[in-house]
């Protein structure tokens, strides 16, 4: 059973056009990039699936279900921007994580947090930008949720900062859950990922797995992305 799908998706704000009868299936196991260039619908496709807006159009269905507090507890969502507060400290930030969801590991958390010398007792407005991704993904990681959704997960940080960001991802979600990352990082992502949706102007132009894109088109995604979009 696909434990994502969007049917006939579609999302207006007013006279302008975010999505347009967007379809998907994705099955757990998978890592999927979702591709587009700035303004393609990507955060907002993001949104639908987590419930944040309210589609125009079609349906969203998590594991057969609408959004709502049952498929909340299944989606781990990490945003494209900083979402913690900046006056709590690490350690009661993952105190908040504990409270609000049964399956967060704190144990699991504190270790990866340990190990990149991140002391627990730093406000987050303490630590520097590449840090304070780190912490965010790592307390959506540490959640054994059924699917995690990554809105630019290593926009502006260094490339040793996204190379563990993406091992973080990889080592640690969960095998049976699938993994959506939205980017426009084609390049740094394409190691790990099974599949790819490129979005143009709110519209799916391709759903394909990676290594159907390098067979048939004999170049890898990254500059297969790049042809598409060359402007």
Known sequence: MAILECKNLSKRYGKKTALESVNLSIEP?????????????KT?????????????????????????????????YLPDRDYLADWMTVQQQIRLFQDFYPDFDADKA???????????NQKFKALSKGTREKVQLILVMSRKAQLYLLDEPIGGVDPA???YIL?????NY????????????????EQVLDEA?????????????VDDIRETRGMSVDRYFREVFKC
């Open 161 to 163: 900062t996204r190379d």
């Open 29 to 41: 196991g998978r890592v999927v990039g979702l591709l587009g260039p700035n303004g393609s619908g």
């Open 167 to 171: 091992d973080t991802i990889i080592r």
């Open 110 to 120: 504190m270790e990866m947090l340990l190990r990149l010398n991140v002391d627990p």
């Open 197 to 209: 949706i490129f979005l143009q102007n709110g519209s799916v132009l391709l759903h394909e797995s």
């Open 174 to 189: 969960n095998p049976e859950a699938a993994v959506v990352i939205s980017t426009h990082l084609i390049a740094d992502v």
């Open 44 to 76: 907002t496709l993001i949104k639908l699936i987590n419930g944040l807006l309210t589609p125009s159009a079609g349906e969203v269905l998590i594991g057969g279900q609408k959004p709502g507090p049952l498929t909340k507890a299944a989606v781990a």
